[in-house]
C-alpha cells in the first residue's frame, strides 16, 4: 500500500500457531476450530440461516395482516410468530452476526494473530446454533410456542393454563439465557482482544473506528447484560419452581422485570447500532476518497453513546406508572443520546462533502443505513418526549421506528459490511451489478414495509393484533407489500454471494484502495494473519486537513 505507515518485525515472543493442522476446504466450517477468521465465517453463515427463518416468519405476519379480519393463522400462533421473529432477529441474527464481523476483523484490524482466548471464542459461537434450535422447536410442543413477545412480560409470560411442565415460555428462557451466556463470553473475549494484544505503536487512538465501536459495544454487554440474564433465569423459577419474583399476586412485581428486562435491552439496541456505525465509518471515508472527518470525535462519541445509553432505559415504562420526576430525568437522558450520535452524522455528511464518491454496492447500503437512521433517530427523539410517548405506546409507531433503527439501518450496515469484505474474506469479488439490484429492491422494500407504520400508529393502530379495525387497511397493504418485496430482495443477494465465492473474480490484496491493517495482507488473509507481527509507525492525523485516500493503513486517524 502506498505511504504505508507500518514497518514489519518478527514475531518473537508471539505464539508461533494456535492453530496446528486445520481441516482444510469447506470442513473447516463445521469442525470446532479456534481460527477466529474461522469462527466469524461460521457466525455469518449460522446467522444468516436464521435471519432467513425470521424473515419467513416475518411474510407470514405480513401476509396475516394484508386483511383486517384473521383468516391466516390462529391467534395463538400469529402471537408465536411474532415472539419468535423478534427474538431471532435480535439474538440470532443481528447481535451474533455483528459478533461474527467483529471476530473476523478485529484481530486483522490491531496487528493480532488471533483473539485473546481462541478456546472461549469457539465455545460461544458453538451456543449460538443448539440455542436456535432449541428456540424452534418449541412450535413443535403441544401448546405451541412462546406466545409473550420478545420482552416476555410477566404476568403474561408466567400463565401455564395447560401446566404441562416444558413449554414454549420454558424453552425460550432457556434458549435466550443460552444466548446471553454467550455473548457474554464472547464480550470477555473481545474486550481483552482490543486491550491487550494491539500491534506495537497501535495506540488506542490509531485504532479503526470500527474496533472503537466494537469495544464501547461489547463494554455495554459486559455491564448490562447480566441483568436480562438474570431477569430469565428468575422467571424461569417462577414458571418451573413455583417461586414469586415476578407474581404480582403473590408479592412479586412484574415491574421489576419490566426494569431489570429495558436496562439491557434499551442499550442492546445500542450493542447493535455502534458496530453498524463502525462500519459507516470504514466503507463511507473508502467510497468518498477522504480520510473520516474528525476521527478523534467519532472515536469519543461511541463511548458517549455506551455510557449515555446506560441512563435511558425508563423510557420503555413511562406509562407503567413511573414517577414523574423519574418520567423528565429519563426524557432528558433519553434526548442527551442523540448528541454524540449527532457527532457521528456530521462526521460521515463531512465526510461525503466534495469527495469523489464511487456508488459501489457497499456504499450504496452505508449510504442508504445512514439516510434511514437520520429518520429513525428522530422519531426516536419523538418517543423520548413523555407527552408524545403516552399518545403511541404500545402503538405500530413505535414499531416503525424499531425497524427503523434495526433492520433499516443495522441490517443495511451489515449488508454494506459484507460486500465491502467480501473481496477480503473469499479472495473473489462479487458481482456488481447484482449487489446493485439487492440494494435498491431492499431499500424500496424496507421504506415500503415500516415507513406506513409511522401514520397507523399515530391513527391508534395497537400492535401485536391480528386483526383490526377495517380503517387501518391501507397503509397495511402498503407495509405488507414492502415486506414481501424485502424477501425477494434477498434472493438476489444469495445467488450473487454463492455464485461470486465458487466463480468470482479474483480479487487483489486491496481492491478499493482502502485503508487499514487488514488490506496489508492476502486475501483471503493467511492463516496467522501476519508473517511477522506489524509495527505501527503513523502519527494521528488532522482529518480536518488531510485528503490522501491512501493515508492511513493502521487505522483512520
Known sequence: MANSPIESIPSTGEPESSHSQPPTGWRRYFSFSTDHKVIGIQYLVSTFVFFLIGGLLAMLIRAELLTPELNLV???????????HGTMMIFLWIIPCLAGLANYLVPLMIGARDMAFPLLNAIAFWIVPP?????????LLPDGTAQAGWWS????????PSGHLLNGELIWLLSVTLLGVSSILGGVNFVTTIVRMRAPGMTYFRMPIFVWTVLSAQLLQLFCLPSLTGAAILLFFDLALGTSFFKPFQGGSPLLYQHLFWFYSHPAVYVMALPAFGIFSEVIPAFARKPLFGYRSVAIASFGIATVSIF????????????????MAFMFSTMLVAVPTGIKVFAWTATLWKGKLH??????FALGGVLMFVFGGITGVMLGAVPFNLHVNNTYFVVGHFHYIVFNTITMAIFAAI???????TGRMYAEGWGKVHFWLTFIG?????????????QGMVRRISSYAPQYEGWNIVASLGAFLLGIATLPFIVNIIGSCLQGRKATDNPWDATGLEWTVSSPP?????????????PPYDYGKSRAPTAVAAGQE
Open 153 to 160: 412480560y410477566p404476568p403474561v409470560s408466567i400463565q401455564n
Open 131 to 139: 440455542s436456535g434450535i432449541l428456540l424452534l422447536s418449541s412450535f
Open 419 to 425: 460486500y465491502y469484505w467480501f473481496p477480503k474474506i
Open 74 to 84: 390462529s391467534r395463538p400462533l400469529y402471537n408465536g410468530l411474532f415472539t419468535i
Open 312 to 327: 435511558v432505559w425508563v423510557h420503555h415504562l413511562f406509562a407503567s406508572g413511573t414517577p414523574g420526576w423519574m418520567r
Open 526 to 538: 493467511p492463516v496467522e494473519n501476519f508473517e511477522e507481527i506489524p509495527t505501527v509507525t503513523s
Open 359 to 364: 456508488l459501489d454496492a457497499p456504499m450504496l
Open 446 to 458: 424496507a421504506n415500503l414495509a415500516f415507513l406506513p407504520m409511522h401514520p397507523l400508529g399515530l
